[in-house]
């Protein structure tokens, strides 16, 4: 099977996010990557209201593109905290277009910030997967792994010089039985 030369700078791609867009050429600051398009829904209609899916992209508080439809390929442009794209919207032209906003080399995932309430609404509830947040986590997790190690080594000292000195303390004979130190009267 020969390779297929393709004119466009991306490929989709498997992601650890499920599917993704990504970066076949060098791609330039600034340098628009690809439009995002579906069909236009009007809030004012209430069937065009109620449809629900992630596709969703707004453009305004009236209009929205439903950017379900299999040929939109920037539906598979996934979020980043920190994003080498951004989104370009044009309400009036009811068009979005995603733009570079750092070089992105051949290889790399395009991705661009969804915003707070897609991210309060799909993405927190079960975690950023973004590269820049999976590195956070990874971070905090070897610091608690570090902190329970430190936490671990102070209570085995501790317990280490308790041994210590319980097996230290003289036993005293008295009466011909042992005695750890402690005085008190004998219960009849």
Same mark, same amino acid.
Request: net charge positive; hydrophobic share 30%; with cysteine.
């Given at each position: 099977m020969s390779a297929i030369s393709s004119q466009k700078p991306y490929r989709v791609g498997r992601s650890k996010t499920g599917l993704g867009l990504f970066a076949t050429k060098p791609i330039k600051k600034g340098t628009r990557i690809i439009r995002y398009f579906g069909p236009i829904l009007d809030s004012r209609i209430p069937e065009q209201d109620d449809i629900e899916n992630k596709y969703l992209?707004? @453009?305004n508080g009236r209009w929205t593109i439903d950017g *379900?439809? /299999?040929?939109? @390929?920037? /539906?598979?442009?996934?979020? *980043?905290?920190r994003p080498n794209a951004e989104s370009d919207v044009r309400p009036r032209e009811r068009k979005v277009f995603i733009r570079a906003i750092r070089n992105i080399e051949p290889g790399d995932e395009i991705n661009y910030d969804y915003g707070t309430d897609y991210f309060k609404a799909y993405l927190k509830p079960i975690g950023c997967k973004c590269e820049s947040c999976e590195k956070k986590r990874k971070k905090l997790r070897a610091e608690a792994r570090a902190e329970r190690a430190k936490v671990k080594a102070r209570t085995e000292r501790k317990a280490q010089k308790a041994g +210590? &000195?319980? +097996? *230290?303390?003289? &036993? !005293? !004979? @008295?009466? %011909?039985?042992?005695?750890? %130190? &402690?005085? %008190?009267? +004998? &219960?009849?």
């Amino acid at each position: 099977m020969s390779a297929i030369s393709s004119q466009k700078p991306y490929r989709v791609g498997r992601s650890k996010t499920g599917l993704g867009l990504f970066a076949t050429k060098p791609i330039k600051k600034g340098t628009r990557i690809i439009r995002y398009f579906g069909p236009i829904l009007d809030s004012r209609i209430p069937e065009q209201d109620d449809i629900e899916n992630k596709y969703l992209f707004e @453009l305004n508080g009236r209009w929205t593109i439903d950017g *379900s439809v /299999r040929k939109n @390929l920037a /539906r598979y442009i996934n979020h *980043s905290c920190r994003p080498n794209a951004e989104s370009d919207v044009r309400p009036r032209e009811r068009k979005v277009f995603i733009r570079a906003i750092r070089n992105i080399e051949p290889g790399d995932e395009i991705n661009y910030d969804y915003g707070t309430d897609y991210f309060k609404a799909y993405l927190k509830p079960i975690g950023c997967k973004c590269e820049s947040c999976e590195k956070k986590r990874k971070k905090l997790r070897a610091e608690a792994r570090a902190e329970r190690a430190k936490v671990k080594a102070r209570t085995e000292r501790k317990a280490q010089k308790a041994g +210590a &000195k319980t +097996a *230290s303390v003289k &036993k !005293k !004979k @008295l009466n %011909g039985k042992h005695f750890a %130190g &402690k005085v %008190g009267r +004998a &219960k009849a």
